[in-house]
């Protein structure tokens, strides 16, 4: 990093510096960093690659819930579905937006308006809406 006192000053310019994101000479403030249509598209660049993997994740969660809620309309709470079922038809275990612990100690995982909880063998799960979940 260069010190601002390193830096060479032109006046009625300002200080020559050089550009950290398309490397082009450029003159202004001595801790300018980019010259402005830089800024932008370097602001621009990191905040792409940051909503990329949100919109990713977000894509999973409604895709999630999309099958909670398709299985759950077709078979109610009443009965347990594969886990190989609910994988089957896209849905991913790796994302929920949360848990809950029941006072029985079971743990159900939250996916938007649905939740579920697994078997002892983690081989089905039990679907239930969030609204019964506070019920119980």
């Known amino acids: 990093m260069i010190s601002i006192y390193e830096k060479e000053f032109i006046p009625g310019k300002g200080y020559k510096g050089i550009c950290g994101f398309c490397n082009k000479e450029f003159y202004g403030k001595a801790d300018k960093k980019y010259h402005s249509p830089c800024?932008?598209?370097?602001?621009?660049?990191?905040?792409?690659?940051?909503?990329?993997?949100?919109?990713?994740?977000?894509?999973?969660?409604?895709?999630?819930?999309?099958?909670?809620?398709?299985?759950?309309?077709?078979?109610?709470?009443?009965s347990f579905i594969a886990v190989s079922d609910l994988i089957s038809s896209g849905f991913n275990?790796?994302?929920?937006?949360?848990?809950?612990?029941?006072?029985?100690?079971?743990?159900?995982?939250?996916?938007?308006?649905?939740?579920?909880?697994?078997?002892?063998?983690k081989k089905n799960v039990q679907i239930e809406k969030i609204n019964n979940l506070k019920s119980k």
């Open 39 to 78: 800024k932008i598209a370097f602001n621009n660049q990191k905040a792409s690659k940051r909503n990329a993997s949100i919109k990713d994740i977000k894509a999973v969660l409604i895709k999630n819930d999309e099958v909670l809620m398709d299985y759950y309309q077709s078979k109610g709470n009443s």
């Open 93 to 121: 275990s790796k994302h929920y937006t949360s848990t809950v612990k029941l006072s029985d100690g079971s743990v159900y995982y939250v996916i938007n308006r649905y939740a579920y909880k697994t078997s002892e063998n």
